[in-house]
């Protein structure tokens, strides 16, 4: 069983940078693939970055191409998300996830295990 636990939303202003946190309680961290997601309330769970296990490969989503980043280190078992130039449509509650397995997804479905989420408001 993987738990994972996540840190650094808050309210920022339009403009402002947040760096998202997710510490999993795994030893073997190095073989899980990892993702971000977000859900705003009433929609469903939107993909906003991925990556595999050594790094090589990130994916991000559209919406936040340019402005996130997502990364990790092996040896503290915690994945990163960097928030620059927010925007108020970034609002919502940030999950991390974690897939056994070497293929980066897009898919919330193809993710095992989930933490419970840190909120992120943006104001304009």
């Known amino acids: 069983q993987v738990q994972l636990v996540e840190s650094g939303g808050g309210l920022v202003q339009a403009g402002d940078s947040l760096r998202l946190s997710c510490v999993a309680s795994?030893?073997?961290?190095?073989?899980?693939?990892m993702g971000w997601f977000r859900q705003e309330p009433g929609k469903g769970r939107e993909f906003v970055a991925a990556i595999s296990v050594s790094s090589a490969t990130t994916y991000r989503a559209d919406s936040v191409e340019g402005r996130f980043t997502i990364s990790r280190d092996n040896n503290k078992n915690t994945v990163f998300l960097q928030m620059n130039n927010l925007r108020p449509e970034d609002t919502a509650v940030y999950y991390c996830?974690?897939?056994?397995?070497?293929?980066?997804?897009?898919?919330?479905?193809?993710?095992?295990?989930w933490g419970q989420g840190t909120h992120v408001a943006v104001s304009s």
């Open positions: 795994v030893r073997t961290f190095r073989l899980y693939t």
């Open positions: 996830a974690a897939r056994t397995g070497l293929m980066v997804v897009t898919n919330a479905y193809d993710y095992d295990y």
